[in-house]
């Protein structure tokens, strides 16, 4: 069974920096795709970034690109989501999603409902 585990919310200011963290467990196979997503209220679940258990390879979305940075730690299991210059605009929750897939997809990494397996989310706040 997929597991995954997301932590490191929270409340910023608007200019301040957020780390995401999502354990991953129970995939099938080496081969997966990790994606973050987030949800505002009222809004469409709409992509971040994701990475490829392959070969690493990420993949940046326009809503948060030049301001995000995926990457993973194998040894933990993790992948991370380094987010910087935050703004008001950029309050939601956000998820971290996965399902098996060799090497990466830009339409997987923008289209949620590609993705079989979700964390419960975690809530980022960010402060005028």
């Known amino acids: 069974e997929v597991q995954l585990v997301e932590s490191g919310g929270g409340l910023v200011q608007t200019g301040g920096s957020l780390r995401l963290s999502c354990a991953v467990s129970?995939?099938?196979?080496?081969?997966?795709?990790i994606g973050w997503f987030r949800q505002a209220p009222g809004k469409e679940r709409e992509g971040v970034s994701c990475i490829s258990s392959t070969d690493g390879n990420s993949y940046y979305a326009d809503s948060m690109k030049g301001r995000v940075t995926i990457f993973r730690d194998n040894t933990k299991n993790t992948v991370y989501l380094q987010m910087n210059n935050l703004k008001p605009e950029d309050t939601a929750v956000y998820y971290c999603a996965g399902r098996n897939y060799y090497g990466i997809s830009e339409r997987l990494c923008v289209t949620h409902v590609l993705f079989n397996d979700w964390g419960q989310g975690t809530q980022v706040t960010v402060s005028a």
């Open positions: 129970g995939f099938a196979g080496d081969h997966y795709l």
